[in-house]
Structure formats: C-alpha cells, structure tokens
C-alpha cells in the first residue's frame, strides 16, 4: 500500500506547469478572454502534443490509456493556471462516456480525434444532477427534444453528448438541422457554458449509456474539485508572495500575525483536501462501492474551502485584490463556478446522506 | 496510489481480528491517562508480545522489536477501532519520553527507563509549562542551581496531567541562568517522591482535575539525571513536542466520533421523528465526515510519508490544529443534535453516553489551547510551512532582565 503519487505522476504535474508556465502567463488569458469566454486552441494543440488530451484513451485508440487520477492531476495544473480549455469535457467526460457506452464503430470514429486533439466534445450533464428553469432533453425514435442548460466544453465543439431524461446518453452533431447553440455567460470567462434548445435534432443513441451518467457525474465532480484544489492553491500562493512584498508601518505586512494566520488558515483548510481528492480520484476505478460518496465528498468539500480561500486570498491583497489589475479575480471566479456546476455543496451533501442509506 | 491490500497484510489483519475477538476477556475497562490497573498493564503486555503496541521499539528496550511498516500500523489501528478494542498504554511517558529517550538519551537510560515505562510500571508526568511560561515556553523559570553532585530545584509547573499518580516527571529546568533563554534549559528526570515536591490539583471547566499545579522547594536531583546535554533541554523538549503534537489531533479520534454520532443521530427522536431526518443536522454531519475523511486520508499521505522518509511539509504542521478543532465540532453537533438532553452533565437523569459530549466539549477547549495553542499552531504553519516572515523581535529590554 502506497498513498502518494507515482514518480511519473510527479512528472507529468510537472510537465503541464512547465508547459502552462511558458505558454499561458496571465497576460494570454486576459487577451484570450477579452471579448468573453473562448477556448484557447493553440494551448488545445500543444497539450495535444504532450499526449494529454488522449490521457484516458487507450492505446488501440492512440491514447496515453491512463487513469482518473493522472486526468485530475492535469485538471488541478490547469485550475492552477485559470487555462480556457475544456479539458474535463473532451478529454475526460467523453472518453469516458464513449468507452463506456459506445459502439465499437462510434470508438473508433471519436476517440483517435480526441486524443490527437482534432475533435472538441462538449458534454451535456447538468440536468442530471439538478434541472433549473425546467430543462431536460427527452428521446424518442432517435429525435431529440427539449433544452439543455450549462453543457460543458468549446462552445464551437463539433460534436456534443447529452443525457437525456430517460437515462440514456446521445451523440448530436454541432451541425444537425433543429440544433440551437445560445453561449451563456458566467462570472467566470475562462469556461464556455452553452444551452442548447433542441428541435427534433437527429442524434445517435450510446447504446449502453444507462449505467454511465451517475458514473460521469462522480468524475466530474472530482475534477472539478481538481481545478478548485489547483486555483485555490495558487492564490493562497499568490496571497504569499504578496504579503511579502507590500509593506505598510515600515513592515512587509506578511511579518503582521493577523495576516499570517489568515495565511495559515487557508493552508490548514486546503492540504488535507488533496489527501481527499487523491483518494477520491483513486476511488473511481479502484474502489468502486466508494465511489460516489467519496466524489461527492470532494466536490462539497472542495466547494466550501475552495470559497474561503478565494475571498481569503483576496483580502490579503487587500485593495490590489480587488482590482483587475492583478487579475486575482481569474481565480476567485473560477473557483466561483466550480463550486456550483454539477450540484453545489448542499446538494451533494445530500446526495452522500442517501448513498450512506442516512434518508 | 495503491490502497489494496496484499495477501500477506489481508492475513495479518485476519490475525488480528482473531486475537482480539479470542482475547474479549482480557480486554482492560477503559480508564484514562492515570495509573494503569492490573487488568491494563496485562493486556500491556499481551499487545506488545504481538506487536499490537510498542511495535518498532527494540526489545531489549522492552520494545517488540519488530521492523518498521505502516501497512501493519494501519491495520491494527483499524482492527482495534473496528472492534471497540482499547489500545496499548498512552500516557504522556510512553507516548512523549520514550520516543524522546530514543532519539536523544544515552544507552543507560534508555536500558533503565523505556522497559518499566512501556509495562505501564512507571508512570510519568511532564514538567513543561509554567505560570509565566505557556506559549513562551523558552521563558520558563524554573531554577536548578549547581550544588556539588546536584542540582536544587526551585519554582512552579503548571498543567501537570498525572502529577498526582505519577512516579517520575520529566522535567525542564534553567540550570544555566546566563545563558540566552533557549540554551540555558536542561532536561530532568526525576522521582515524584523526591523530598520538596507539592502537587495540588487544577480543576477545570469540565467539574474535574485532569491537570495539576506542581511546586518545587529546594528539591534535590542528582546532575546525572539528565537528558542530552546540560543547557540542550530546549532541542530534547522539541524532540518531545514533535512527538505530542502528532498525538494531538489524531484522526482516529474523530473517525470514532463521527460513528457515535452517525448512531446517536439515527436512534434518538424528536417529535417523533430520527435526527437524522433534520437535513440542517443531516447536513452538517455529511460537512463533518468530509473533514473527517481528509484528515483521515491526510493520515494515510503522513504515514506514507514517513515510511518513504520524506518531508511530508504543511500536511504535518496543519495535524494538531485541524484535529483538534475537528473533534471540537464534532461534539458541538452531538450536544446540538440531542438539544435539551444535550446539556444534561453530572450523573443527571436522561444522561446520554455518560456525559461525554458536553465533557468532551469542553475538555477539547483545552486541548485546543494546549500543547501550543491554536494561534502558535498558525504561527508555526506560516513561518516554517509557507516560509512566513517570524515576528519581529521586541527591542532589548534596558539592564539585561529576562
């Protein structure tokens, strides 16, 4: 038994900063996101080269054939450096949708284009977890109808997978006849988030996708928490650095206690969650009966101190904080968003409570 | 990332299942950090001769002597709590001195002091804080003067857990008065019954005397009974602290709590209906677990850790004050769930659980505050986790005084 990432994991962490270093200062962002939330393809092209965006594929599929944990590793990398690519959609929640549920024509079709980063996928899975506004996509003789809010991915990726109410999984194509594609606009312009309102669109049935959506909800929940765990650790960084620098009554104001602690606090509340998120990771493929529990363990508790370290982090700053000057604001909002999408805090701790048969 | 156990660790914790369910009857009555009863210091003996408790010290310490591996620590930790079993002895000098003697004491002490201590035959106090000297522990005042052999003792203790039972004290004394205040302390050992001893018994919020104040009049001590070097005691006393603060804050702990309250929450009604049927209770449990299970999983990455040699960096520095803070909560949301019944203490009709969520509420406070406080446990994470600026020292008082 061994709790600590692999030398390779270390390695492959490394990587993605050293990558996200070089390509993605906060300058590119900034510009990149100027006018509203796109995905950065040239980033998308150079993680292609590193292998990432096939991490999960299989090899036979021109994959790198990892696992959950190494694809929340790379999450976390990328939370850390706010980066506009929807690597949790295409690269994570699609592979594992197809793999999981599609034929072997509809692999063979989709994956070699992930993984060599040629094709964007965007993942419709919001309503499974909680429909606002009344959303929710039926089936019917392989015609889609209805309205799917908060699809995750490019908002130009060229092909899309729904849940739908009856519990199965479908593949639309960006250009079907009846699609209407409407970008919505969060706090947060370093993600895409579409709605989708479907008119009789034609779309391709996953035939085993009965048994996979609670299945893609548990990763997705934990890669969200990833980028949460990445972000939040770099503005405590940031918070750091800072207060090591600014200077007011002749002192850094990082030697003053009340900032130290405000420091250590969210220190104190962020290490332990990477023990939980390892495990959660680990948990999806290697102890299944843990699964879900765990992913909504680290989702809700990702959420809570996610928050607190970003308004934490923030008043550390202190007025600069709260400017875009710094571009603080990336991070606190990215967080923002994680902690909502795919069922905030309160409602995945409801969620834990019935998986433990507590209601 | 591998959590699966091999065949060889399935059978070991096979095997300790087995001994505890076939030894039921030597199970000691709970008891807390005083003189173990004869019942305890058997099963003492019995868990050490399988390697259940003072695993990895050398058995001509007294020890099991057997090598390192904290897949097996895991397990007998995990059987014992599964079953309800008590554990080996834990008080302040096996959990605190032993570990303290086999970093920094010589051959003859260890020989001498770690059998008796580990069987539960000696049982120690600490002699640390005093009146003056709490989170400035390096202030402390306590003087040992040189007298031929000797050192004379004088001065006060306080927070003194077993002072009142216990037969030795380990102990820190300024035996070197001109020395800067850090390297001016050494590290004592001595009898309780040494003559100019006076332990009177601190009683706190929860109604008991979990601590004592001890006061010293010219108590002799012969100068052979230190630890380390003379004027060292500030580096041993870390060793120590090093060791108390893994103590504190002990997942474990929480992971017991969680399940008792799981249960109370399940059987205990309001109005007719469970606790847990109240989703803000319910709700607040599931918070709890999530920082339960981290702790407990930041447990497992320290023992990893440790084993690998590594620096386990922040995810140490954050156990005490994370734990502790944690099983505070934890009995806050027991006394909350049970309400009315929940305030119950003292004997009372309609006592619950013996009155161990309003004890442990309170009880937990000084935890919170001792074995360096929450706001030194910030301090500690700022300066040597996050590489924090120290506070800056206060100019030098006029005339030299300390």
């Known amino acids: 038994m061994e709790f600590a990432l692999s030398e390779e994991q270390v390695m492959l962490q490394d990587s993605v900063e050293r990558l996200l270093n070089d390509q993605l200062p906060l300058d590119r962002v900034r510009e990149l996101v100027a006018d509203g939330p796109v995905h950065d393809a040239q980033l998308w092209q150079e993680l292609a080269a590193l292998g990432l965006c096939g991490l999960l594929i299989p090899e036979q599929y021109g994959g790198a054939g990892l696992g959950l944990l190494d694809a929340m590793l790379v999450q976390e990398i990328l939370g850390r450096h706010v980066a506009p690519v929807a690597f949790m959609s295409t690269s994570v929640l699609a592979p594992l949708a197809l793999l999981a549920a599609a034929t072997s024509d509809q692999k063979q079709n989709w994956l070699p284009r992930v993984a060599d980063g040629s094709l964007q996928v965007a993942v419709g899975l919001s309503e499974a977890s909680g429909a606002r506004d009344g959303a929710g996509v039926t089936a019917s003789d392989g015609k889609l109808n209805g309205r799917a809010l908060f699809v995750l991915g490019a908002a130009d990726a060229e092909l899309i997978l729904l849940c739908c109410r009856d519990g199965g999984l479908y593949a639309v194509h960006a250009d079907a006849v009846g699609l209407e594609r409407i970008a919505l606009r969060s706090i947060d312009d370093t993600q895409c988030l579409t709605e989708l309102n479907l008119d009789n669109v034609s779309a391709e049935e996953l035939p085993q996708g ?56 969210m220190a104190a509340e962020l290490e332990p969650c990477r023990s939980l998120l390892w495990y959660a990771a680990y948990a999806y493929e290697a102890v299944p009966e843990d699964a879900r529990l765990m992913a909504c363990h680290a989702k809700s508790q990702l959420g809570e101190v996610g928050r607190f370290v970003a308004r934490t982090a923030t008043e ?44 | 990332m591998d959590l699966a156990y091999s065949p060889v660790y399935q059978q070991f914790r096979e095997e300790v299942r087995h001994f505890l369910e076939s030894h039921r009857a030597d199970w000691p009555p709970r008891s807390s950090l005083g003189r173990p009863s004869a019942a305890a210091r058997k099963w003492q003996a019995m868990l050490i001769a399988q390697g259940y408790t003072a695993r990895t010290i050398p058995a001509q310490y007294g020890g099991h002597g057997g090598e390192p591996d904290i897949l097996k620590s895991r397990i007998i930790a995990e059987e014992f709590t599964r079953a309800g079993a008590p554990g080996g002895l834990a008080g302040q000098g096996v959990s605190m001195l032993v570990p303290t003697l086999l970093e920094m004491g010589t051959e003859e002490q260890k020989k001498h002091w770690i059998p008796k201590t580990l069987s539960g035959e000696v049982l120690w106090c600490q002699g640390y804080s005093e009146p003056g000297a709490g989170s400035d522990l390096a202030n402390l005042q306590t003087r040992g003067t040189e007298d031929g052999d000797d050192f004379v003792i004088n001065g006060q203790k306080i927070w003194t857990s077993t002072a009142h039972e216990a037969d030795m004290i380990f102990c820190l004394v300024r035996t070197e008065p001109d020395a800067p205040k850090h390297k001016g302390i050494s590290y004592l050992l001595f009898s309780m019954d040494t003559p100019g001893i006076e332990v009177r018994p601190l009683k706190t919020m929860t109604g008991h005397a979990e601590f004592n104040e001890v006061f010293f ?4 001590v012969p100068k052979t009974s230190i630890v380390g070097e003379r004027g060292q005691g500030w580096l041993v006393a870390n060793a120590t602290l ?14 017991t709590r969680l399940a008792a309250i799981v249960e109370l929450m399940r059987e205990e009604t309001v109005d007719g209906t469970t606790l847990m049927e109240n989703p803000l209770l319910r709700d607040r449990l599931v918070q709890l677990q999530s920082r339960v299970l981290s702790m407990q999983f930041n447990g497992l990455r320290l023992l990893t850790a440790q084993n690998a040699g590594t620096n386990p960096g922040i995810a140490r520095l954050i156990v005490k004050l994370q734990g502790c803070e944690l099983n505070h909560q934890l009995a806050a949301l027991a006394i909350d769930a049970l309400g009315e019944l929940g305030v119950l203490y003292n004997a009372s009709p309609r006592l619950r659980g013996k009155g ?14 001792g074995g360096g406080t929450a706001q030194i446990q910030k301090n500690i994470i700022a300066e040597r986790g996050l590489g924090m600026p120290r506070e800056p020292k206060p100019a030098p008082t006029p005339g030299g005084a300390r």
């Not at chain 1, 875009?324 to 991070?331: C, E, P, V």
């Not at chain 2, 009049?217 to 002799?220: A, E, L, S």
């Not at chain 2, 161990?356 to 505050?369: A, E, H, K, P, T």
């Open chain 2, 242 to 255: 090093k060791h108390e603060r893994g103590m504190l804050g002990d997942p474990n702990t929480a992971g």
């Open chain 2, 356 to 369: 161990v969520w309003q004890r442990s509420y309170m009880f937990d406070l000084g935890l919170i505050i």
């Open chain 1, 316 to 359: 550390v700053h202190g007025g600069m904080g709260f400017t875009d000057l710094l571009g603080l604001h990336y991070w606190f909002k990215r967080i923002g968003l994680n902690r909502q999408l795919l069922g905030g805090p309160e409602r995945v701790r409801e969620e834990a409570a019935r998986v433990q048969g507590w209601i």
């Open chain 1, 210 to 265: 009965d048994d996979v959506i609670a299945s893609l909800l548990d990763a997705g929940r934990v890669l969200l928490a990833a980028d949460t765990l990445g972000a939040a650790q770099r503005m405590l960084e940031m918070a750091v650095s800072y207060s090591q620098e600014r200077k007011q009554f002749n002192r850094v104001v990082g030697s003053f206690q009340a900032v130290k602690h405000l420091c250590a606090e």
């Open chain 2, 217 to 220: 009049t010219d108590v002799r």
